[in-house]
């Protein structure tokens, strides 16, 4: 079982940056594979970025290549989303979650534990 807590959301103006946190707990988040998702009002939840277990592999969607970055420490249970140049477009609920396995995936359904999300919006 793994529990995901998200912070670190809030409200920016277009152009400034912003890190998420999500604290995991559970012994064994160093073997899970983690994302990061996201979801507008009207909209699909969307896959944003993601890690493999160790942190050697990366995935990030297309809409946030070179803006978004994800890392994770798995000393500290914590995986991270650092935000650069948002957008308004980027406005939305974002969500931390986990995979029951060590291989990154795009797929929401492939995630087993999802974080209650945290709010970011950007103003124009």
């Known amino acids: 079982q793994v529990q995901l807590v998200e912070s670190g959301g809030g409200l920016v103006q277009a152009g400034d940056s912003l890190r998420l946190s999500c604290a995991a707990s559970g012994r064994t988040f160093s073997r899970n594979a983690m994302g990061w998702f996201r979801q507008a009002p009207g909209k699909e939840r969307e896959f944003v970025a993601g890690?493999?277990?160790?942190?050697?592999?990366?995935s990030s969607a297309d809409s946030v290549k070179g803006r978004f970055s994800i890392s994770r420490d798995n000393a500290k249970n914590t995986v991270y989303l650092q935000m650069y140049s948002l957008k308004p477009e980027d406005t939305a609920v974002y969500y931390c979650?986990?995979?029951?396995?060590?291989?990154?995936?795009?797929?929401?359904?492939?995630?087993?534990?999802w974080g209650q999300g945290t709010q970011v919006t950007v103003s124009s």
């Open positions: 979650a986990a995979v029951g396995s060590n291989t990154i995936t795009t797929m929401k359904e492939r995630y087993d534990y």
């Open positions: 890690i493999s277990a160790s942190g050697s592999s990366k």
